[in-house]
């Protein structure tokens, strides 16, 4: 037998604490990420004014998922959390235009400001806040039942049994989860090694349910009351 | 060391006269019967005695003073070998009693008692990782080499040296032997011989050794004839043991490596990648200052402990961002640049990108261009590179280190430095996410691989430790969190992926570190160990110490992932995803396991508080010098 992991081996990363802890450090900004997410959060954006689908496919073959994960989730150390995007459309895509820090530059022949738009809307359906705009958004989930969901279908291997995430095979998914839609979004046309499920074997009222459990999942204790790591 | 032979004439001369002088013995005897013996009434012809001066023609020898072996024992022990890890086998069976006998005494090498041939070879694997020099690996020719030939195909793409010995017989046909025993592994081995006399033995052993300890560094493989082993040593003057020396690792010429060396000095990105590099602290250290003075970030591989984690320069988590936005690359025995050039996904179609940005140079150091095997694909897809160096990375440092010093001017220090102090706030931060990372799932049942590492580190962070453990299953929060900086703090992963390699690879650097007094400690997964559980018994037998703790998730959980996959694939739901991958119904007791090999146990442990406790008694055992098993019940990664 062999074992060789599909995925890949490094970076899952809470990005957002990352980048608040960079932010708090003051000016250090080598990296795009970091100068965009230390921008103050003003999504003006209105709803569905990109598209969501177009963009997902853009963020893909564009390279953003190489530094901001495959779900935006940022990549610690790397690039951080970009979901929902800290800039309305036309600061994002002016900050394209003109990057600072490592992000690369996107000329308007590589991306258009139509297709930003589109990556845009694919960060903000992501986001938890955007369920109430979501297709999926008028199921009801059942936390218990998707509690067992998430294990039977095999959520739990790559991702844990409280979605802690596991470096190397699947990022952290809860507590906090991205958006219903977000989820029922990636699983069905999964951009990185998450193998896809389709509706027939997981359903949209199954995403329901486990994006309920997820969100169910209470947060862990803070580090400093953990004995073992304040020694 | 030569010796002057005396006994077989003498022995043979000896015989003869014993068998005369029986017989001039035994003659009165019947002389002195015969006269008490009444004549025969009557005359009776008598046949004429024979002459009594020639003893019978054929005498058969069954036992010799010195016999081939005791050479071939005296060869072995002329090369600095420590152990020698074998189960036994009736080919080498001569050189065995040689060497564990009186003649030579069981000492340099010592005999490891392994139950099978598999644990033994990745024993010498783990043993060489860690001691930088091979142990010697006996196993039959056939049957003994097929079981062992996982552990030499691991050890091949690892690039670590392992000294197998084979008994074979060509005088005696049969299932047991064979005409060229090394065929079987050829294809991944360095080199290999069968000598046909005990001079070309000595020379083949000899040569073996040096070859091994040369770049690229593999396994090596000698043939012991059985018969040449247990016949009687042949007549004349014994054939000299040769000196063994070890050739010096190939160094980069000099005009690659200040061709090198202003690449990266002019670099604005530059980013050094490092596999199979270190074998020594050496090694490790000389990588720091090369690092330090590009203020360059560094990717570990993590083939070998090739950088200090805690570095502010170690990178290895930020891997994809880094290389996309770097202008210059240094590899440093990477095994396959392809994956660092390039990023795939694994769906239906395979759709690797490339990472590496249009016009970034890529510079290659490694000793894997001398490589002149091909039939096993371990290197990869091929990746063009703009420099490639073929040469031993680590004996290459110290002329790159001296040509970028001399290349280096005050502007580019300058920036060196504060690109330094950027990458030195994202490491640290790196760290502290690590540690939130991984109280998340504190509480659960089974233990969170976080949770565990970290009451892991609690138990032993006091101890001088060694930690030698294949940790791509286990999240690799060891290497996220525990602070590594001495070449010795980890051994690196397998190299061939091959399962079964982790729990006799990690006896065998527990090996070499008891005689530093090391405390080694390794977690183990359970589907690992079930390859040849054996390992646990040679530890109680040997005492060993060594603190095995079960990452033990129940299943050959990266398989259930595969059989996921294919299931998510075919959309065919999860229900059949266990069958034939998962190890549970019923659970094995690995407490009860170890137990019953000698080996003092606890478990299984599922809830988390009870963890820590158990990990001190253990430790406790270990500190006295032997072996201990603590079984966890945890999650898949």
């Known amino acids: ?231 | 060391m030569a010796k002057s032979r005396k006994p077989s004439v003498e022995r043979r001369d000896f015989l003869k006269g014993a068998i005369a002088g029986a017989a001039t013995l035994a003659l009165p005897a019947e002389k002195a019967r015969a006269s008490e013996i009444e004549p025969p009434a009557r005359s009776i012809p008598v046949t004429p005695p024979r002459p009594e001066a020639d003893p019978p023609i054929e005498i058969e020898s069954l036992n010799v003073e010195r016999s081939g072996s005791d050479f071939m024992a005296d060869v072995i022990k002329s090369l600095p070998f420590e152990f020698i890890c074998a189960n036994p086998g009736d080919k080498f069976r001569a050189l065995q009693e040689s060497l564990t006998g009186p003649y030579g005494g069981n000492k340099n090498p010592e005999w490891i008692t392994c139950l099978h041939e598999e644990i033994a070879a990745a024993m010498g694997h783990g043993y060489a990782k860690m001691e930088g020099k091979p142990l010697c690996v006996f196993a039959h020719g056939t049957v003994g080499l097929q079981h062992a030939s996982m552990g030499i195909y691991n050890a091949y793409c690892d690039r670590i040296p392992i000294y197998v010995v084979l008994g074979n017989s060509l005088d005696i046909p049969g299932n047991h032997s064979v005409q060229d025993a090394a065929a079987m592994v050829r294809d991944f081995i360095r080199w290999d011989a069968a000598p046909a006399s005990l001079a070309r033995f000595a020379e083949s052993a000899v040569r073996a050794y040096g070859i091994s300890m040369t770049p690229p560094m593999m396994p090596v493989l000698l043939v012991a004839d059985s018969e040449m082993q247990e016949k009687p040593m042949p007549e004349g003057p014994e054939p000299l043991i040769p000196r063994m020396t070890v050739s010096q690792p190939p160094q980069g010429d000099s005009g690659s490596v200040a061709e090198a060396a202003r690449l990266l000095a002019q670099a604005e990105n530059p980013v050094i990648v490092v596999d199979k590099y270190a074998r020594t602290q050496a090694g490790t250290d000389r990588l720091v200052e090369l690092a330090e003075l590009l203020q360059a970030p560094v990717i570990d591989d993590a083939g070998r402990m090739n950088f200090p984690n805690r570095h502010p320069l170690n990178q290895s988590f930020a891997r994809r961002g880094l290389v996309a936005g770097a202008d210059v690359v240094l590899g440093l025995e990477v095994t396959s640049l392809y994956s660092t050039a390039n990023t795939s996904r694994l769906q239906l179609v395979e759709d690797a990108r490339q990472v590496l940005k249009p016009g970034a140079k890529l510079i290659s150091i490694g000793a894997d261009g001398l490589l002149t095997k091909g039939n096993f694909l371990d290197m990869g897809r091929y990746q063009p590179v703009d420099l490639s160096i073929s040469a031993d990375a680590e004996t290459t440092m110290l002329p790159l280190i001296e040509a970028v010093k001399r290349q280096l001017t005050p502007n580019q220090k300058a920036a060196a430095q504060i690109r330094g102090s950027k990458l030195a706030a994202i490491q640290q931060k790196t760290l502290e996410q690590a540690r939130i990372d991984a109280t998340y799932a504190w509480d659960a049942s089974p233990v969170s691989t976080g949770r565990l590492s970290a009451e892991l580190w609690e138990a032993v962070k006091g101890e001088d430790w060694s930690f030698v453990s294949y940790i791509m299953h286990f999240s690799w929060w060891p290497l996220r969190t525990w602070p590594m900086e001495k070449h010795y703090h980890w051994n690196g992963n397998s190299g061939g992926n091959g399962m079964g390699y982790n729990a006799p690879a990690a006896l065998g650097a527990a090996l070499a570190n008891k005689k530093h007094g090391r405390f080694t400690v390794n977690i183990q997964c359970d589907g690992d160990l079930m390859y040849a559980p054996g390992v646990l018994w040679t530890a109680a037998h040997h005492r060993i110490p060594i603190l095995n703790v079960m990452h033990n998730n129940r299943a050959y959980h990266q398989e259930v992932m595969h059989l996921q996959r294919m299931a998510s694939r075919h959309s065919r739901g999860m229900d059949s995803v266990g069958i034939g991958v998962k190890i549970d119904n019923p659970d094995i007791d690995y407490a009860k396991l170890a137990s019953a090999m000698g080996v003092y146990s606890e478990g299984p442990i599922a809830d988390p508080k009870d963890v820590g406790p158990a990990l001190k008694r253990a430790v406790a055992v270990v500190k006295r010098g032997a072996p201990a098993l603590v079984d966890v019940v945890t999650q898949p990664r």
């Open chain 1, 1 to 231: 037998m062999h074992n060789n992991s599909w995925h890949s081996l490094r970076g899952n990363s809470n990005a957002l604490r990352l980048l608040r802890s960079i932010m708090a450090l003051g000016g250090v900004a080598l990296l795009l990420p970091i100068a965009l997410a230390a921008a103050p959060a003003q999504n003006t954006k209105p709803p569905g004014a990109g598209n969501a689908a177009q963009g997902k496919l853009l963020f893909e073959s564009a390279g953003c998922a190489a530094c901001h994960g495959n779900l935006a989730q940022g990549i610690s150390g790397v690039g951080p959390l970009i979901t929902p995007p800290p800039f309305a459309i036309p600061e994002f895509i002016n900050f394209l235009r003109r990057p600072s820090g490592a992000m690369r530059l996107f000329s308007k022949e590589e991306l258009s400001d139509a297709q930003l738009s589109d990556i845009h809307a694919y960060l903000q359906s992501l986001s938890p806040s955007s369920d109430s705009d979501a297709p999926a958004a008028n199921l009801t989930g059942n936390a218990e039942t998707g509690k067992r969901l998430f294990m039977r279908d095999g959520c739990y291997e790559c991702h844990g049994i409280l979605g802690q995430g596991a470096n190397g095979y699947g990022p952290r998914i809860g507590p906090d989860p991205i958006s219903m839609q977000g989820i029922k979004n990636y699983i069905r046309k999964p951009s990185g090694n998450m193998p896809p499920y389709a509706a027939k074997i997981v359903s949209d009222q199954d995403v329901a349910d486990i994006h309920a459990y997820l969100k169910s999942v209470v947060r862990p204790v803070d580090i400093k009351n953990i004995p073992l790591f304040t020694k």
